[in-house]
């Protein structure tokens, strides 16, 4: 067995172990990002229902609200999260 055979050996577990360790770090930030993301798109939303807006004009105004409170809590949230998070707000509120 060569040395670079033995070295690669040697480091697998703990390479194995690190990929995991970060994968589920990962994992776990992005449920706490899209939490507070919910928790503002709910908040947002429930100011917003009773607006004299029409539904695209909420929609677009909770998108610019929850957008702006992301950032200054200092979440880099995607358009398309924020979408979500207000599509499942309206939900949550109308049921």
């Given amino acids: 067995?060569?040395?670079?055979?033995k070295i690669a050996n040697?480091?697998?577990p703990l390479i194995?172990?690190?990929k995991n360790f970060f994968k589920e770090l990962f994992a776990r930030l992005c449920e706490e990002a899209f939490a507070e993301?919910?928790?503002?798109?709910?908040?947002?939303v429930t100011?917003?229902?009773n607006s004299d807006l029409s539904n695209e004009g909420k929609r677009k105004?909770?998108?610019?609200?929850?957008k702006q409170l992301a950032v200054v809590k200092g979440i880099e949230a995607k358009d398309h999260?924020?979408?979500i998070a207000i599509e499942m707000?309206?939900?949550k509120i109308k049921f």
């Fill in 89 to 91: 707000a309206v939900a």
């Fill in 61 to 66: 105004e909770a998108f610019i609200r929850i």
């Fill in 81 to 83: 999260l924020i979408n």
């Fill in 10 to 12: 040697f480091f697998n």
């Fill in 47 to 49: 100011e917003l229902v």
């Fill in 37 to 44: 993301i919910m928790k503002i798109a709910l908040s947002v």
């Fill in 1 to 5: 067995m060569s040395i670079f055979k």
């Fill in 16 to 18: 194995r172990w690190l």
